[in-house]
């Protein structure tokens, strides 16, 4: 079901606003909402909140045979589905156009990108990988979920540690937890996503990390997934206002010091959660 | 005026220019816009492809192939899609489907009958779906689509023939769009680009003793048609087909000299749908003129 | 990733003997298919797609109707003999639905919807041969074919797709290029030189991406001239197809024609 949209008021106020570089919840326009991680007892839970937007992500890890025509490579599978629970927008079973967007963008950002070394998942060749399962759950949706689930993916991948396994010979020993510290999981990069959302008068300002109103009123979106190092992963820009190329540029510029300081952030916090906890190796 | 069109003006034919959507036409401070084009920093701005054409002050670029564009008075021919209260939707080769009200329609028992609610309860004995009509473009709703009317003895049910389609904008606009060729064929040139072939039915046939047949316009029979007849109209739709994708336009004087071309070269129904033969035809029509 | 083949070798020349900036034949059919409004088949090396609009017309679901503007509604399907090795995609496939909404929202604010209230616009887009570029080749093909269907469209937009090998840029990449390098697609609108749509999928440093970004604003205006010049040939050949009869068919039919 679509609710209904904003009404003509409610829009010129908003517009107006923005115009002058306002926004409704008194953010600079190119402000991200500041996320809020919460780790979870078990490693690889994350649950990730930017402002009312929250999403949860696990990570598993399960051995299973490769694919014939990748023996090397381990797996990982993204599942996302949007439920109801987010918003009454959301339908089981019949994906939304946004959805599909999500859904595509999550497999694009942390799974094309090669973030994770996926050779290293590895036990056995042709035998035994690692299939590594993320599964994203969105709470509540309030405005730029793609955003929030990316960075909750990526962050829940950093944070889970899988067994470690001993191979000897044809034989596969797995250490539990208590036995033998887990192993993180070999990361090449970390990307992060932002979204910026256009607004159809040209004068007025992209807004970085768009409010579920912000992004209804919004002439298009444009993201861009990237890591702290100025390497883009993913650009994504379906449609929508056109834009002049330097102002594609310089949103892309203004992502590039954007990712470094929730770069930075990420790395904090993990390093914050990991210290309180204790991985016993006896 | 000064429309200014850069470059590969090869393709111009007989003066008329040729534009393409997006393609700045002239200022607007000095004409106005209309159909097809669109006003952008100062500039008048084409937004179909197709001839640019002047009236005045007054710049419209006309698209070779769009949809129907309907006018009230305009003459058409529709299918009905659907039967809503005291409605019928018509398809009509334009952007939305065509209303005909029930108020619109004559009824068996007289032109002045009032409409009860015993009619609405059996509109369907009427029209049905997919019954063909012909009817009149009688006004336009708030929304743009457009209400058709059936109120005269030579709209209403079509029989006895078949349907061609072919682009509206081939269709000319006539003195009369009931056209009757000798062979034996009644043709109703739509303007949406729907055009019914049907065999001849006597004028006095046609509006019966009392002025109005009320069981023979609702009638769902066709009427029994001779072989020869039957010819004909195969005949005159596949040189309809013929033209159409040729792109040339149909007119009762083009039509008629098709046909007796056709007659003098004695080819056979089918044999038009070939594509020499259907080149030869063409270059046969322009010939004569 | 590295290949088995030379992306670009040292003469400057790439796996089927382009230089780099060298785009492959354009060829563009815009005859009619079937009972379409409009169509076209635009032809990319070996990249052909086929587009047919059906509308703006009465739309099948009442749902779908919007009081103020024509809806869009666009279905893609791949031919499973398109690629080489023969592949059946459902139509439910992920990859088809986002280009599906990928077209669909590159062309909303371009056609002019306000104009045809309660209609609804079917573009329905048939991939026939893929070779890279599929993106590109689809916002073509539908352009053109939105143009023959005589719908009002507020500017042309041509795509082109660019990538990087190390450090030099190309255009216009086939599907053996595609699988190597970063490519990035780009629509744009050659009369204001503004950008509609961007996508790349694969790691790239930005400053690169910068480089072959402006490349490919540049590449797109060259299909414009391509495809600008097909859509006038082909109105062209229809209006001097009509005046050829009217011409020569006695006055009666001039004057009517003036008319009209």
């Not at chain 1, 023996?71 to 109801?84: K, N």
């Not at chain 1, 960075?151 to 036995?179: M, N, Q, Y």
């Not at chain 3, 001239?225 to 009869?245: D, F, K, N, P, W």
Request: hydrophobic share 40%; charged share 25%; proline share 4%.
């Amino acid at each position: 079901m679509r609710p209904p949209s904003p009404s003509i008021p409610e829009k010129e106020f908003v517009y107006e606003a923005l115009k002058q570089s306002l926004r409704l919840d008194g953010r600079q326009p190119l402000e991200l909402r500041s996320p809020r991680l919460t780790y979870g007892s078990e490693l690889g839970y994350v649950e990730c909140a930017l402002g009312k937007t929250r999403v949860i992500a696990n990570v598993d890890a399960k051995m299973v045979k490769p694919l014939p025509e990748r023996p090397f490579e381990g797996l990982l599978t993204i599942h996302s589905e949007i439920s109801p629970m987010a918003s009454s927008e959301y339908e089981l079973g019949r994906p939304s156009e946004e959805e599909i967007t999500i859904t595509r963008m999550l497999d694009k950002v942390l799974r094309r990108s090669d973030a994770i070394d996926k050779e290293s998942l590895c036990i056995l060749a042709g035998q035994r990988v690692w299939h590594l399962r993320l599964t994203l759950h969105f709470l509540s949706d309030a405005g730029n979920m793609l955003d929030c689930a990316c960075l909750a993916g990526i962050v829940a991948l950093k944070h889970f540690r899988r067994p470690e396994v001993e191979v000897i010979g044809d034989e596969v020993t797995v250490h539990s937890p208590s036995e033998r510290a887990p192993v993180p999981l070999a990361i090449h990069h970390t990307p992060f996503c932002l979204t910026f959302a256009f607004f159809p008068d040209e004068t007025t300002q992209p807004v970085l990390d768009p409010t579920l109103l912000e992004q209804r009123l919004s002439a298009g979106l444009m993201s861009v997934a990237l890591n702290a190092q100025r390497e883009l992963c993913v650009v994504q820009k379906m449609g929508g206002v056109p834009l002049v190329a330097d102002g594609v540029l310089s949103v892309i510029n203004i992502a590039v010091t954007k990712v470094k300081e929730l770069d930075a952030l990420v790395e904090d916090s993990l390093r914050e959660d990991w210290k309180g906890r204790h991985v016993e190796v006896r | 005026m000064d429309i200014d069109l850069d470059g590969d003006e090869d393709f111009d034919s007989g003066g008329s220019k040729l534009t393409c959507p997006g393609e700045p036409l002239t200022s607007a401070q000095d004409y106005m816009r209309g159909h097809g084009t669109y006003v952008e920093n100062e500039e008048v701005i084409a937004s179909v492809a197709g001839t640019i054409e002047r009236v005045n002050k007054l710049v419209t670029v006309r698209a070779v192939r769009t949809r129907y564009n309907a006018e009230v008075g305009d003459l058409v021919v529709g299918r009905i899609t659907e039967v809503q209260p005291r409605r019928w939707k018509v398809d009509a080769n334009s952007r939305q489907d065509a209303v005909l009200m029930l108020s619109s329609v004559n009824l068996p028992g007289g032109v002045q009958r009032r409409k009860l609610e015993s009619d609405e309860l059996q509109m369907r004995t009427f029209f049905e779906e997919g019954d063909l009509l012909v009817a009149e473009v009688q006004a336009f709703f708030g929304d743009g689509s457009m209400s058709l009317h059936t109120r005269s003895l030579r709209y209403g049910k079509l029989r006895n023939g078949q349907l061609v389609v072919v682009p509206p904008i081939l269709v000319c606009r006539l003195k009369s769009h009931f056209i009757t060729l000798p062979c034996g064929v009644d043709l109703i040139l739509g303007l949406n680009g729907y055009i019914w072939v049907s065999k001849h039915v006597k004028q006095s046939d046609r509006e019966g003793e009392e002025g109005f047949d009320a069981e023979a316009v609702y009638s769902n029979q066709n009427d029994a048609i001779d072989d020869f007849t039957r010819i004909a109209i195969s005949h005159v739709t596949n040189i309809i087909r013929a033209l159409a994708t040729r792109f040339i336009p149909l007119s009762d004087t083009i039509l008629l000299k098709a046909y007796e071309w056709i007659v003098e070269q004695g080819s056979d129904v089918k044999d038009l749908l070939q594509e020499d033969i259907g080149d030869a035809l063409v270059a046969g029509i322009t010939a004569i003129g | 990733m590295s290949s088995r083949i030379e992306i670009l070798n040292e003469g400057g020349f790439r796996s089927d003997g382009r230089r780099q900036y060298e785009l492959r034949d354009i060829t563009i059919d815009m005859s009619q298919q079937g009972t379409a409004d409009g169509s076209a088949i635009i032809t990319h090396g070996l990249t052909q797609v086929l587009v047919s609009v059906f509308g703006p017309r009465e739309a099948k679901m009442r749902s779908q109707t919007l009081y103020d503007r024509a809806n869009i509604n666009v279905e893609v399907s791949i031919a499973s003999f398109s690629t080489g090795e023969r592949r059946k995609r459902s139509r439910g496939d992920k990859r088809i639905l986002e280009m599906a909404a990928t077209i669909k929202s590159t062309f909303e604010p371009v056609v002019q919807t306000n104009l045809y209230p309660r209609s609804q616009i079917d573009i329905f887009v048939q991939v026939l041969q893929q070779d890279g570029g599929l993106l590109q080749a689809c916002i073509n093909a539908t352009m053109l074919a939105l143009a023959s269907a005589g719908i009002s469209l507020l500017d042309f937009v041509s795509a082109v797709t660019g990538g990087v090998h190390s450090t030099s840029p190309m255009l216009d990449l086939t599907a053996l290029e595609e699988n190597d390098i970063p490519h990035v697609t780009v629509a744009v609108m050659p009369r204001t030189g503004k950008v509609t749509l961007i996508t790349m999928e694969t790691r790239l440093h930005v400053d690169r991406f910068e480089e072959i970004f402006k490349l490919a604003c540049e590449a797109g205006k060259v299909i414009h001239g391509e495809m600008r010049a097909a859509i006038r040939l082909r109105t062209g050949m229809l209006i001097s197809a009509m005046q050829s009869v009217s011409q020569n068919a006695g006055e009666k039919e001039d004057e009517q024609m003036y008319e009209y």
